[in-house]
């Protein structure tokens, strides 16, 4: 079979075992008296895990904290071996999982450079070649020959960022870094991200958001307690992970940042106010099926970046979200003045939804809805009424006829 042929990554039965000891001295007993007796506990980070990712895919892994999913990338990325079942992996790999862990704190950034290059597999005339580039994409060409313990949080990421994603590597391994830096290095991240993929390079992308993984990812893995859950198309995989968050949450299981998304510098939101039935405000009542409900979005960015988009979010008294709106979806551009400002409206004619409680979040983000600039939690209120007994959470559009 060719080299082109082979899957980027292929797992079979993929196991990570960790001894797991109450006292120090135990360590010593095992060592010690290691034929008969344990003296630890076994805990499985991951069992079992088979799966296969194409080259040129993009793959997204969720689950709840302690499911596996460092471990699992970790795995892939060598940095930890199996302790039963196979992992191979076909090509250069270059990780974002802590940025910067491998910087000296005492070398320059120059130095930092062709150390953290040279390990990722660059040669140094390789390195040489590159380093203007990544010098110019970092933003911190003035203080490359400082030593990096001088450095921002913000200079540090910047730096280690460029210098991971310059190595054109065929696999890119990604925990949580789409956002580093400022507004603007952000969208220069998940730009060079998006170009590595269209380049055809494999991705692994592993987020608390379902919504960034539904929205870059073919295919996504679910790992729950360290077993493979489901593997299937992302939009199958999200639909079941979500349900099982939602049935969580209902039995008050409190899940730590499931689904939030990080702030990236570079707009705020300004005022959200809705208008139901001839009254405005943040607390509406609105008539099931009737009432035409308007909620307005004012907003100010950065004029330097491109206008943005606005998205809101429906979610009922259990916290569940039920439907939402994006102008990024329906291709909407939204009208940014010289300064920056904008505001817009959207309008939900005859409300569908059923009578109950629900609340309005209101997200503003970059204009492919990916980097969140600023988001309002719950910022209206909205009480539903209705005639007649129809259950359920909305009322869809349906006609009855005789016979078939």
Known sequence: MSSSALPAIRAESLSKCYHLYDRPADRLR????????????????????????????????????????????????????????????????????????????????????????????????EIEARFDQIVEFSGIRDFIDQPVKTYSSGMYVRLAFSVATSVDPDILV????????????????????????ERGATILFCSHSLYLVETLCSRALWLDQGRVAMFDEAPRVMSAYDASISKAHLAGIQDQGTAALPRAKGGRLLRVE??????????????????????????????????????????????????????ANDNFSVPVDAAGRGMVTVSFPRLPLLKGDYSVTAFLACENAIHVYDFAERVLALHVTQEGTMQGVAALPHAWRAGP
């Open 174 to 197: 990604i925990d949580e870094a789409l956002s580093v830096g400022d507004g603007e290095f952000a969208r220069k991240s998940f730009e060079r991200i998006m170009a590595l993929k």
């Open 30 to 125: 095992q060592l010690l008296w290691s034929g008969g007796r344990r003296y630890y506990r076994e805990f499985w980070a991951l069992r079992d895990a088979t799966f296969e990712v194409s080259r040129g895919e993009a793959l997204g892994i969720v689950g709840r904290n302690g499911a596996g999913k460092s471990t699992l990338l970790q795995l892939v990325c060598g940095t930890l071996s199996p302790s039963s079942g196979t992992i191979t992996v076909n090509g250069r790999v270059a990780a974002l999982l802590e940025l910067g862990a491998g910087f000296n704190p005492e070398f320059t950034g120059r130095e930092n450079v062709f150390l953290a290059a040279s390990v990722l597999g660059l040669r140094t005339a």
């Open 274 to 327: 809705g208008r139901s039935d001839g009254t405005s405000g943040t607390v509406l009542v609105a008539r099931s099926e009737e009432s035409t409900v308007n909620i307005t979005v004012a907003f100010e960015i950065d004029p330097t970046l491109p206008p943005p988009s606005v998205a809101l979010g429906i979610a009922n008294a259990a916290g569940i979200t039920i439907a939402s709106a994006t102008t």
